[in-house]
């Protein structure tokens, strides 16, 4: 069934952005009005967190254009483009930034969370790309947001269609959820086995990392011999790659001349990765195949005989926080290589790091039965979404 397109200006009575306070002069606040950015709404959904901001209700009067209230659908437009999310109930009137889009739809004629999951289709995501401009943040304007051609059935049929990927997003939402519990009962188990790290209750022998593993950072081959370092066989893994738990493959691949002739280095799998600096700073992930790494990786290759690994992996996740408080940098903060080397570490007996390895991969197990079922109701999502939006559901 072929639908009517409209612009979404047509049937929205808002689509406008927020503003950075301190652009004009005012500052965050410890509580007040919650201050949305791009990364309160990181899986469709709206969360007020630790992390949320907070401006003055003062500075929320002053910019009324953006103030957001429940039934609004919230779009990023800056940065990472395309989240979006309903604002539910129950929450109070919140504010925004600009690289959020706060759009006020006309209820009688087009459905909140038909729109939001319309947002997130190839159809809308094509003409979002079309419009973008990349230049030191990607973003497009609200001139491409306000254009967007909206396919609108009747609204009964909208509400339709939202109530059966409403039912199928919630499947996915479950099964995300067990998948972190999971990840919640490994970090429960570690203190239990082997107390707070910080204060190591149980008297645990304590080294830096650099007295008992190997440290090592990565280098980038020059761009300005593609055919020689670029192109061969050897994955090359990149700080921003550090998404996943483990690292089985990359987005490039370079040479052996590029490991022989710059500072790129082989490092073997099972070494542990952290992010040095950008956008996952401080993230750690498990290298899965023999690889090397660029610049802003430090490699940590453990020896069996000293430290177990899947010990090591989750000692190191209790040192995050100490990490980023060691930032220095101003637009990009990294973490030294220095830091990671004398990060101290309690070393329990072999054997009970050993106990706590079953745990793990009887754990691990279980994660990649859930990250299956996850997968099958991922493809079954945007089928339903495809469908939906080509008048086929």
């Avoid at 940590?300 to 177990?308: G, L, Q, R």
Wanted: glycine share 8%; charged share 20%; proline share 5%.
């Amino acid at each position: 069934m072929i639908w009517e397109r409209v612009l979404l200006s047509d049937v929205c009575s808002t689509v406008t952005k927020g503003t950075t306070p301190k652009t004009y002069g005012f500052e965050y606040t410890s509580s007040g009005v919650p201050f949305i950015r791009v990364n309160d709404f990181p899986e469709g959904r709206l969360e007020l967190r630790k992390s949320t901001l907070f401006v003055a209700p003062s500075t929320h009067r002053k910019y009324k254009r953006s103030i957001i209230n429940s039934g609004n659908v919230l779009l990023s437009i800056a940065g990472t483009i395309g989240r979006s999310c309903v604002v539910p109930d129950g929450l109070p009137e919140m504010n925004c930034n600009q690289a959020v889009c706060v759009i006020r739809v006309e209820n009688e004629v087009l459905d909140a969370s038909y729109l939001n999951y319309w947002l997130r289709s190839l159809d809308a995501k094509r003409q979002m790309a079309n419009g973008q401009v990349t230049g030191v943040i990607t973003n497009f304007n609200l001139t491409t947001a306000r254009n967007l051609s909206v396919p609108l059935p009747p609204l009964a049929e909208q509400k339709r269609i939202a109530g059966i990927l409403d039912a199928a997003d919630a499947l996915r939402a479950k099964r995300r959820e067990a998948l972190a519990q999971l990840d919640t009962l490994l970090q429960s188990t570690f203190l239990d086995m082997f107390g707070d790290p910080v204060t190591n209750p149980m008297g645990w022998e304590v080294k830096k990392v650099s007295d008992f593993c190997k440290t090592q950072t990565g280098g980038t081959p020059s761009r300005s011999k593609p055919g020689r370092y670029y192109g061969g066989d050897i994955p090359w893994v990149k700080s921003g790659e550090l998404r996943e738990r483990t690292v089985y493959d990359t987005d490039e691949h370079i040479t052996q001349h590029a490991i022989d002739e710059t500072a790129a280095k082989i490092v073997p799998p099972g070494a542990l990765m952290v992010a040095l600096y950008g956008a996952t700073v401080g993230r750690i992930a498990v290298l899965g195949v023999e690889a090397a790494t660029n610049q802003a990786i430090c490699s940590i290759i453990v020896s069996p005989e000293k430290v177990n690994a899947q010990y090591m992996f989750y000692a190191l996740r209790t040192k995050v926080p100490e990490w980023l408080s060691r930032r220095v940098g101003g637009g990009q903060p990294n973490i030294s290589n220095g830091v990671i080397k004398d990060t101290l570490i309690a070393l329990p007996p072999h054997k009970l790091q050993a106990k706590f390895a079953q745990a793990v991969s009887l754990c691990e197990t279980q994660r990649q039965t859930q990250e299956a079922h996850l997968s099958e109701l991922d493809a079954l999502f945007a089928s339903l979404q495809s469908r939906a939006f080509n008048g086929e559901l």
